[in-house]
T-cell receptor, first 120, second 113 residues
Framework: GAVVSQHPSWVICKSGTSVKIECRSL??????MFWYRQFPKQSLMLMAT?????????EQGVEKDKFLINHASLTLSTLTVTSAHPEDSSFYIC????????????????FGPGTRLTVL | DQQVKQNSPSLSVQEGRISILNCDYT??????FLWYKKYPAEGPTFLIS?????DKNEDGRFTVFLNKSAKHLSLHIVPSQPGDSAVYFC????????????FGTGTRLKVLA
């Protein structure tokens, strides 16, 4: 299958600071990536769709000024949590869809390993 | 409004027996469904999928059944193995448009040795 990486795998930061999380598709190009967050024992909630070369599309209730998404290349999307607060502590997961890049051999999204964010 | 639901938060099954995980959806526009397996602090890994033009798809020990009229799908694992113990999420999407997934609430499967 296709490989997606995330960096860092875990981060601890002070309240009020900003944190950047990277999502990379390692062996395919992804014009579309997705960002999710998961609270303990809950489902994966889609936050936004990251589109290469254009603005991200945010789901209802997600603050776009709080969660900045940049998809500057076909293999990299970044999520920046600005002015982080303890309630932003969560597990953030990205995924990439090879189909969006014309790689029709796969019909599913591939997920990164996730990033655990803890805001003190 | 939870468009995709998994009403059983947990399930315990004896090794060698069948595990049946269920998923219900409300949006009739969904036409592609997937099952993912997830371990704590890891990303989900793809298991099996099914298109709405089918009612069954099989891959080794995993079979997914789709009942469009009931807006219900299920994942059968047989025989169940201890290594199958994980959280299982169903996901629904449309094959046109944004490719985005809506995930269910998850079912924690424990296979007892």
């Amino acid at each position: 299958g296709a490989v997606v990486s995330q960096h860092p795998s875990w981060v601890i930061c002070k309240s009020g600071t900003s944190v950047k999380i990277e999502c990379r598709s390692l062996d395919f190009q992804a014009t579309t990536m997705f960002w999710y967050r998961q609270f303990p024992k809950q489902s994966l909630m889609l936050m936004a769709t990251s589109n290469e070369g254009s603005k991200a599309t945010y789901e209802q209730g997600v603050e776009k000024d709080k969660f900045l998404i940049n998809h500057a290349s076909l293999t990299l999307s970044t999520l920046t949590v600005t002015s982080a607060h303890p309630e932003d502590s969560s597990f953030y997961i990205c995924s990439a869809d090879p189909r969006a890049s014309g790689r029709a051999s796969y019909n599913e999204q591939f997920f990164g390993p996730g990033t655990r964010l803890t805001v003190l | 409004d939870q468009q995709v639901k998994q009403n059983s938060p947990s399930l315990s099954v004896q090794e060698g027996r069948i595990s049946i995980l269920n998923c219900d959806y409300t949006n009739s526009m969904f036409d592609y469904f997937l099952w993912y397996k997830k371990y704590p602090a890891e990303g989900p890994t793809f298991l099996i999928s099914i298109s709405s033009i089918k009612d069954k798809n099989e891959d080794g020990r995993f079979t997914v059944f789709l009942n469009k009229s009931a807006k219900h799908l299920s994942l059968h694992i047989v025989p169940s193995q201890p290594g199958d113990s994980a959280v299982y999420f169903c996901a629904a999407s449309t094959t046109s448009g944004t490719y985005k997934y809506i995930f269910g609430t998850g079912t924690r499967l424990k296979v007892l040795a």
